[in-house]
């Protein structure tokens, strides 16, 4: 029985927070899958030099960089996938941890966390919302993390981190709902130990039980399959391997 084509070949895709971890893994992973890939993120540098190795590799991929919690940036990020032909996918990966006891906890702090984390995810997904609901549907795959997931144990000094990701997994949830009439899908991932440069600044004694491409793979197998009877889910991704 031959392979059936990834469902992303030949779309154009937003991936945030691109310049590393796990939004590098993803637009590589993507790209793999015959996306055309949008990759944005504060970093120009390195943006560029990953859009050099996803061609080398034969995939496709335009540099945006940008500031995403700025509403200006993300109108431009998004302005770049419309003249490629207008994203139908969406991967929200980009997000800032500052560890800082409570109490000392500032309102730049605090303030800077949720512009990035949570306010720059909503911008680019009421963009990516408008582009999907005119090409007919499209799907959303938010990052959030256990750190936002009831019931589940927190570290101490991510106030402001945690809070952002709560409110990542009930905007995941508000778009779905949303989106249902308009063929638009949207889940939420909630990693927990992945071995990225946060996980270390978070909790440098923890042992990552996941790599960024374990979670690229996921993302992509979910993308590449209909999303309709997920959409609204949070996928929380316990590994102790």
């Known amino acids: 029985m031959p392979d059936q084509p990834h469902w992303l070949r030949g779309r154009v895709a937003v991936v945030t927070g691109a310049s590393r971890g796990i939004g590098r893994a993803t637009a590589e992973a993507m790209a793999q899958a015959g996306a055309h890939i949008v990759i944005a993120a504060r970093g120009a540098g390195a943006l560029t030099e990953l859009a050099a ?3 080398e590799s034969g995939g496709t991929a335009t540099p945006a960089p ?3 919690s700025r509403a200006d940036d993300v109108d431009r990020v998004f302005a770049i996938a419309e003249e490629l032909g207008g994203a139908t996918a969406l991967v929200c990966a980009a997000a800032v941890l500052s560890k800082v006891p409570f109490i000392q906890t500032t309102l730049d702090t605090w303030e800077q966390t949720l512009a990035t984390n949570l306010t720059g995810m909503f911008l680019c997904c009421r963009a990516a919302f408008q582009s999907m ?3 007919g549907g499209g799907r ?5 993390s256990l750190s936002g997931v009831y019931g589940t144990e927190k570290f101490p000094g991510l106030a402001a981190y945690n809070v952002s990701k709560y409110g990542v997994i009930g905007l995941t949830e508000a778009i779905a709902v949303e989106g249902r009439e308009h063929g638009i899908s949207a889940l939420c991932i909630s990693p927990g130990a992945v071995d990225t440069d946060m996980l270390r600044q978070a909790n440098p004694a923890l042992k990552p039980g996941l790599k960024p491409a374990d979670v690229a793979q996921l993302i992509v197998t979910l993308l590449d399959q209909p999303m309709d009877c997920l959409s609204g889910a949070n996928i929380p991704l316990f590994s102790n391997r």
């Not at 959303?140 to 959030?144: E, G, R």
């Open 140 to 144: 959303i795959v938010n990052l959030a």
């Open 53 to 55: 190795a996803i061609r």
């Open 133 to 135: 609901e005119r090409a």
């Open 66 to 68: 940008g500031d995403l």
